[in-house]
């Protein structure tokens, strides 16, 4: 899982709680990611970093918020406003400005809401 | 948009035989293209990518997969399947002029003893 930490492991909330989860890495990458994984459906990209204090929305941004104000350092926040937030949810980083392109992973944080 | 297809959901294959796992794209442009496996409750790990040069990519772990421009596919190949390639595995596509990855669904690898 390279460079990349995301704490905790597991983590339960009761609905209408907004709950934070972290994302640090140690590879100097400009870039960073969050993906939520649901059975059968592959990956959907949630929000994306390229530069510190800069972020995007990705495919299914609704629900969800982020910051960026470290490169190393890249929280999601899934708000009470997540229609149905239990999920796997990953998070990676790359490098931005090279032909690379590969992301790397953390190794995930399994959310449970009831 | 980018984007890749994974037409089977499950793989199966006896242990020493042949593995593929196929995947199909469909880009403007040039394609760059990625493997990733994820073991149960792990995160993803990079096996392999395409970006330019020639059509067959070695990789980790003895995979290797086959460019192919006229069928657009960027099939994951292995010639000897292992017990611990059991695993979930997903091929990916460079989407758009950043670095975005659009990811196919995933193919579930079983290999039999």
């Known amino acids: 899982d390279g460079g990349i930490t995301q704490s905790p492991k597991y983590l339960f909330r009761k609905e209408g709680q907004n709950v934070t989860l972290s994302c640090e890495q140690n590879?100097?990458?400009?870039?960073m990611y969050w993906y939520r994984q649901d059975p059968g459906q592959g990956l959907r990209l949630i929000y994306y970093s390229q530069i510190v204090n800069d972020f995007q929305k990705g495919d299914i941004a609704e629900g969800y918020s982020v910051s960026r104000e470290k490169k190393e350092s890249f929280p999601l926040t899934v708000t009470s406003a997540q229609k149905n937030p239990t999920a796997f949810y990953l998070c990676?980083?790359?490098?931005?400005?090279?032909?690379?392109?590969?992301?790397?992973f953390g190794p995930g944080t399994r959310l449970t809401v009831t | 948009a980018q984007s890749v297809a994974q037409p089977e959901d499950q793989v199966n294959v006896a242990e020493g035989n042949p593995l593929t796992v196929k995947c199909t794209y469909s880009?403007?442009?040039?394609?760059?293209l990625f493997w990733y496996v994820q073991y149960p409750n792990r995160g993803l790990q990079f096996l392999l990518k395409?970006?330019?040069?020639?059509?067959l990519v070695k990789g980790s772990y003895g995979f290797e997969a086959e460019f192919n421009k006229s069928q657009t596919s960027f099939h994951l190949k292995k010639p000897s399947a292992l017990v611990s390639d059991s695993a979930l595995y997903f091929c990916?596509?460079?989407?758009?002029?950043?670095?975005?990855?659009?990811f196919g669904k995933g193919n579930q690898v079983v290999v039999i003893p």
């Open positions: 590879l100097n990458h400009d870039a």
């Open positions: 395409y970006i330019t040069g020639d059509n």
């Open positions: 990676a980083s790359s490098i931005v400005g090279d032909r690379s392109y590969e992301q790397y």
């Open positions: 990916a596509v460079r989407d758009g002029g950043n670095n975005r990855l659009a």
């Open positions: 880009v403007s442009g040039n394609p760059y």
